[in-house]
């Protein structure tokens, strides 16, 4: 009895994916918080955009959210600050707890929202809208680049017949410093639909009206998470391509709000 009850759902899984219909069922469940999100961010962007000096124009706008991890964060947008394309913006947003002192640097922009939002995409999705870069890279405050990120993903983003969007290999560290492991999947629809590899701290894409955050409230038990429903939600109209190159050191940390890995 319980094998004919799980058919169609096994049969829905092997048709669709398991994360494909696990994020349908999460828009289903989580719209009315989306909603109210959706307005929150706008007000926020208009409050910022307001009171707070324009952004300077870049080629690459880097988004670094973050939320109470000073020294974490100073080590990430170091990391964003130390790459070899020079022609870059880091903008971090803080979600709601206020900044830590940074890096005095012309390419650094930092602000705060109102308070706090606990959803990780609202927090990206503000620094996208401040920012009026070609493209558009994403750095989790726990998370660091290697120097030459920017510049291998751009590489390829600027060659004859180039993808929209790239994604680098992660090399994933546990929170004693020792190296887990390697993550570099080439990437393809059908088994993202399957299997969560796909991280926007490897991402770099063309800025469109496509290319923003889901604002459902996630919780680390919601699943998949926003970074797979962003590169899998922008690839559906646009080419995005695989970088083998180990560009990002991914902490793999379960008490992440905003990270938590699920492979």
């Known amino acids: 009895m319980r094998r004919v009850v799980r058919a169609p759902w ?16 999460n828009k289903v469940l989580l719209a009315p918080s989306a909603l109210r999100l959706r307005r929150f961010e706008s007000a926020e962007v208009q409050r910022l955009a307001a009171t707070t000096a324009a952004a300077p124009a870049a080629l690459v706008a880097t988004v670094i959210a973050t939320h109470r991890r000073p020294e ?26 206020g900044l830590p002192e940074l890096p005095d640097d012309p390419r650094l922009f930092a602000v705060s929202l109102s308070r706090n939002t606990g959803v990780a995409g609202v927090v990206r999705n503000v620094g996208i809208r401040l920012t009026r870069s070609r493209y558009v890279a994403f ?3 726990d998370n660091l680049w290697e ?6 993903a751009l ?3 600027d060659s004859p017949g180039a993808p929209d969007g790239i994604y680098t290999a992660l090399r994933r560290v546990l929170p004693d410093g020792t190296e887990h492991d390697t993550l570099s999947v080439p990437f393809d629809r059908h088994r993202a639909a399957r299997e969560s590899f796909l991280d926007t701290n490897a ?25 797979w429903e962003l590169i899998h939600r922008y690839s559906r109209s646009h080419t995005v391509r695989h970088v083998p190159h180990a560009t990002v050191r991914y902490l793999v940390n379960p008490e992440s709000f905003y990270t938590t890995w699920s492979a």
């Open 10 to 25: 096994e049969l829905l899984k092997h048709a669709f994916g398991w994360l494909v219909l696990f994020e349908l069922r």
């Open 72 to 97: 974490a964060l100073r080590s990430a947008v170091r990391s964003a600050l130390a790459q070899s394309v020079r022609d870059q913006l880091v903008i971090v947003v803080d979600d709601g707890a």
């Open 139 to 141: 750095l989790d405050d």
């Open 147 to 152: 120097p030459d990120h920017l510049e291998r």
């Open 155 to 157: 590489a390829v983003l």
């Open 203 to 227: 991402f770099v894409a063309r800025r469109d009206g496509t290319l923003h955050f889901s604002r459902l409230h996630r919780t680390p038990k919601v699943l998949p998470r926003e970074d």
